[in-house]
């Protein structure tokens, strides 16, 4: 297998996006998400359209010890990935008390464990190889705390902060550390968790789009991609240093409530 990329929360949204934009350069993939129909079916297309190779590993990353399982599977296929594509996660809108604490304590287990496991895993590898790509999700709302998605957004600046710490590590290195930073993204996600209910996220930007910019932004060694589409999210993130916190907070507290 030639230039593989790992892209975990590969069946849908932006993971299927990525692997559909690294298969277009011929080069091959790794994919793994808990859904197997899925991505076989995304295996088949991307197979038969873009003749590469795909290995497909169905897995629940929030299981115990699922990182170490797939190094040993990658060791015993001998397949060394060049990109790390940390793209599983998810979150939910609601208020921090009324949330199911075993649903934040996976959020937080997945969002924030599994990614920080796995770029500890294969970092040695990508430094002794000295020629790999990391690229993490996070969001445009790590940059402030997000009322009615407490959690979750503190997962994302979690994300944002390892991702360009571990980047300025590697500065007398040639492996690099991408962090995208989306607002709205027209994703399963963005129905599910109730997004799509608020006035804030009324005008997503779509999958493909975001899933280009970030991409294009790790072959340009960028340390964070921000990729914002609609016209009051662009506004909100240019007026955000000089906006008084109380008030940013009201603004984003307002705009994610769930319209009736």
Same mark, same amino acid.
């Given at each position: 297998m030639k230039n593989v990329a790992l892209i975990t929360g590969a069946s849908s949204g932006l993971g299927k996006q990525f692997a559909i934009i690294h298969a277009q350069r011929g080069w091959d993939l790794v994919l793994i998400a808990r859904r197997e129909d899925k991505l076989r079916e995304l295996e088949q297309e991307l197979s038969d359209k873009y003749r590469i /190779?795909?290995?497909?590993?169905?897995?629940?990353?929030?299981?115990?010890?699922?990182?170490?399982?797939?190094?040993?599977?990658?060791?015993?296929?001998?397949?060394? +990935?060049?990109?790390?594509?940390?793209?599983?996660?998810?979150?939910?809108?609601? /208020?921090?008390w009324d949330r199911n604490w075993k649903d934040e304590s996976s959020m937080i287990a997945l969002n924030v464990m599994v990614l920080t496991e796995l770029c500890h895993i294969f970092l040695p590898w990508m430094k002794l190889r000295n020629s790999w790509r990391i690229l993490n999700i996070s969001?445009?709302?790590?940059?402030? +705390?997000? +009322?009615?998605?407490?959690?979750?957004?503190?997962?994302k600046a979690f994300v944002t902060s390892l991702s360009n710490a571990i980047a300025e590590e590697l500065y007398d290195s040639n492996v690099t550390v991408t962090a995208l930073l989306p607002g709205p993204t027209k994703t399963e996600f963005w129905e599910v968790s109730g997004m799509d209910k608020t006035s804030l996220f009324s005008k997503p930007a779509s999958a493909r789009d975001v899933a280009l910019e970030w991409y294009n932004g790790m072959l340009e060694w960028k340390l964070n991609v921000l990729s914002v589409g609609g016209f009051s999210q662009k506004v909100l993130m240019k007026l955000i240093p000089f906006i008084p916190k109380k008030m940013l907070l009201k603004i984003v507290r307002e705009g994610q409530e769930v319209n009736g």
């Open positions: /190779k795909v290995l497909v590993i169905s897995k629940d990353l929030t299981a115990v010890n699922a990182a170490n399982e797939i190094k040993k599977e990658l060791d015993k296929s001998k397949i060394e +990935p060049e990109y790390l594509i940390n793209n599983a996660w998810f979150g939910w809108i609601g /208020k921090f969001s445009t709302a790590s940059l402030i +705390p997000w +009322p009615n998605q407490a959690v979750y957004y503190a997962t």
